[in-house]
């Protein structure tokens, strides 16, 4: 057997690699973007699995390291977990087999929301999984212990944001349904912990008044990864814009324009990719 | 190369493979099993990768290979497809491929239809990829080409169901939304055309009315099967009733409990297995 290469020192020309479940990581993509203007970015939906948050770690360590692999094999120079259950139940995993440096959307939403609260009281919501595994907890209370954490798992938010119903009776419904306990809690932050919900914050912000700080953890993770790639030297210097490239493990997904649309990214080209064991074997 | 026997004839006492993209189809295995009380079953449900309502017929039908390979194994002596959306779009390729019988939800639940409806109007209800594909228009149409067929994706009453928001307000406001304009279209019929739909029959009745007669795709399917194995001489003559082994790909769906109460069928363990490209290229 040969000897293979498996880790070439990151160079600052290679992209930025970013995957979420589905397109709601597409948020991310904005915020990097808008953060990092001149970096490529190579964005992985695995709408063919999607969604993650009702499954368990094993699934979602299992797609998040083929995912990661099929990342790596484009160049990535780092690895953006955009993605709230995934970062919640495989960054661990994902750091002990891959050399790429890797950021999730938990820490930085953690920070941001210690910073923001003046009562400690921070609420969270997010998927079934990302709630279970209470990631939000640890990390804020790595941060500062005596902040009371409330989370609500919200499972139908992201079947009504596909459905573009941001402003339906039925969704403003099922956020009274989810908010008015953690309201009701007096908490003063709410973290938006599912990358869909950025796309729902107009709805979010009229259910949870104004005395409610909310915490996008795209913006946040954005200002990680500038962060990360100046002091490792690795900021794209190129004078021109960056380039996005965009690929999805399905190609009928409905909810791609209306997120393409609303997040002003300008998509023209989706590719399809096939993720699944066999790329991890490969490795 | 040593030549593999792949295609044993069946036998009796072999199983019935079932499978879904999830839990939905254990409304098929209790109406199989009301039917046919002596016959093993082995039922695979995709739920690391579900639902497969919103996704391309690529991604469905190379699913479906993956599962009908592992009931294959099984030793399966029919296969069951209890899942519209893989019977709108899987059905050929996997006829195309495996030598077992396979037998889907449409062609029963179109029959079921035409023999029901009196003013020749026909309602669809199920997903977004079942009613794009036309599916059950073509196999109304090819019984009656003379009766109407009216079709409404409903993509938000799987998750509804999973959430087990059997009579809540908010599911009838989205039946009253799918629903009303297929009852201002003079339907006397309609079809639950997703294997979740008959735990939701109370409710859907409760809108449609009592002039509308519901077609179940569960209990078509059934009779179906138990047609086929009299035919075929491959009926169960144990002197015992069946027995039935459930697998999941996914450990943790919190629907399942819901379902396995709601259909009474006791299901003590449940077995986690992983289907992908592998067990496929392993035929």
């Known amino acids: 057997m040969t000897t293979l290469e498996t880790s070439n020192p990151s160079r600052p020309d290679q992209p930025i690699g970013v995957f979420d479940s589905g397109i709601g990581g597409l948020t991310v993509v904005r915020a990097i973007k808008d953060a990092l203007p001149k970096e490529d970015i190579f964005y992985l939906g695995d709408t063919a699995r999607l969604p993650y948050g009702n499954k368990d770690r094993t699934t979602i360590e299992r797609y998040s390291l083929e995912i990661a692999g099929l990342l790596t094999v484009e160049g990535a120079k780092v690895i953006v977990v955009a993605c709230n259950t995934a970062s919640a139940l495989a960054l661990p995993r994902l750091q002990e087999v891959f050399r790429v440096p890797i950021i999730g959307v938990i820490e930085s939403g953690a920070r941001a929301a210690v910073a923001s609260t003046r009562e400690k009281r921070v609420g969270i919501i997010g998927t079934r999984a990302t709630v279970a595994s209470r990631a939000y907890e640890r ?42 306990p953690l309201i009701a809690e007096g908490i003063d932050t709410l973290v938006l912990g599912c990358t869909h919900y950025p796309l729902l914050k107009k709805a979010i912000a009229g259910v949870a008044g104004d005395e409610i700080v909310l915490v996008d953890s795209a913006e946040n993770c954005a200002t990680s990864v500038q962060k990360l790639l100046s002091e490792s030297e690795l900021e794209n210097q190129a004078e021109r814009p960056g380039n996005l490239q965009v690929a999805l493990t399905d190609s009928s997904n409905p909810f791609f324009k209306t997120a393409d649309r609303a997040l002003e990214l300008n998509i023209n080209r989706v590719q399809t990719r096939i993720v699944q064991g066999v790329t991890l074997a490969a490795l």
Chains 1, 2 share one sequence.
């Open 139 to 180: 990390a804020i209370h790595a941060i500062d212990p005596t902040v009371a954490v409330l989370s609500q798992p919200c499972p139908l938010l992201v079947p009504l944001i596909e459905e573009g119903m941001f402003d339906h009776s039925v969704t403003i419904e099922m956020l009274h349904h989810y908010l008015d």
